[in-house]
């Protein structure tokens, strides 16, 4: 029987099959071989107990890619959820988050939560900061169930890593996407015998045969890791249509003259909001000591 793993804890694997979720151990003969299942795989398993819905995990199918932070396996794409409002965003903590996807080269969408706490100028002021970046951008409001049926559109037939900072929604909205999700996670915590929260694991929820989110609780603060300052401005796909028009091979597009990416600026064609935020992190990596 195929199933994927939605949850792991403590050596036990939860494995969403149309049986049922299914508890199973893995064979040791993964241990052996230092290969170690994630949330997200896709695995052959055999029922030990079809009443009780036991198993064993027999074989691992080949993984489409492996994110190491959340660890898990064969993940599509990431949901960026923030509130507009009440917690202010943040930008530059959102553009770490995409810097994030992209090192893990996972294609993002940028959803705000709480529209209906602001208005619609609002609204069009956050599409235009990232509407040019060329990331899909959404509008929500978990509270009172807008935009939920265009977010799960979006997630059709795909697994998506939800992501973002505390207090913007997340939960609710994940609990509008799927209502099961509580009570789910309940299930696997009086199973394992653990309290609900003190576990710190990714974990799937199973929209569909073929559709999965991912909650990834604690998944905030964000390092830009071992990047050097040359490699950022890669991290933002806008400026890449205007680096053609730049005099100096290898511009930075903060203090050289003649820079497209400068240029495309001053003509809107680039939004302010994330260029002074490339500055910064650029002003950051540069000022980092390297040991």
């Known amino acids: 029987m195929r199933g994927k793993i939605i949850k792991g804890i403590a050596g036990f694997y939860y494995v969403y099959t149309k049986a049922g979720l299914t508890e199973c151990k893995a064979k040791g003969i993964f241990r052996k071989e230092n290969i170690k299942p994630l949330v997200g795989d896709d695995v052959e398993i055999e029922l030990v107990d079809k009443e009780l819905l036991l198993g064993n995990i027999n074989r691992i199918l080949p993984r489409r890619n492996v994110l190491i932070r959340p660890a898990s396996a064969n993940v599509d794409q990431a949901l960026v959820i923030f509130a507009i409002t009440k917690p202010e965003p943040n930008f530059n903590l959102l553009d770490r988050f995409l810097i994030c996807m ?6 993002a969408v940028i959803c705000f939560n709480k529209k209906d706490l602001a208005d619609f100028k ?13 990331y899909p951008v959404l509008f929500a409001s978990g509270e009172k169930e807008q935009g939920i049926e265009e977010i799960r559109s979006c997630l059709k037939g795909k697994t998506t890593v939800v992501a973002g900072p505390s207090g913007v929604g997340k939960s609710t909205i994940i609990n509008r996407l799927y209502p099961g999700a509580n009570m789910e996670t309940g299930e696997i915590s009086k199973k394992t015998l653990r309290g609900k929260h003190t576990t710190r694991h990714a974990q799937l929820f199973a929209l569909s045969e073929d559709t999965f989110i991912m909650d990834t609780p ?17 991290f933002y796909p806008e400026f890449a249509e205007f680096t053609e028009n730049c005099r100096f091979g290898g511009c930075a597009h903060v203090s050289e003259p003649s820079c497209g990416v400068k240029e495309a600026l001053a003509e809107g064609k680039i939004s302010q909001v994330r260029y002074d935020n490339y500055v910064t992190l650029y002003e950051e990596l540069k000022s980092r000591k390297k040991y």
């Open 122 to 134: 609002e609204q069009k002021e956050l599409e235009g900061f990232y509407g040019k970046s060329g």
């Open 102 to 107: 992209e090192q893990q080269k996972l294609p």
């Open 218 to 234: 604690g998944f905030t603060a964000l390092s830009l890791g071992d990047m050097d300052k040359e490699t950022l401005k890669e």
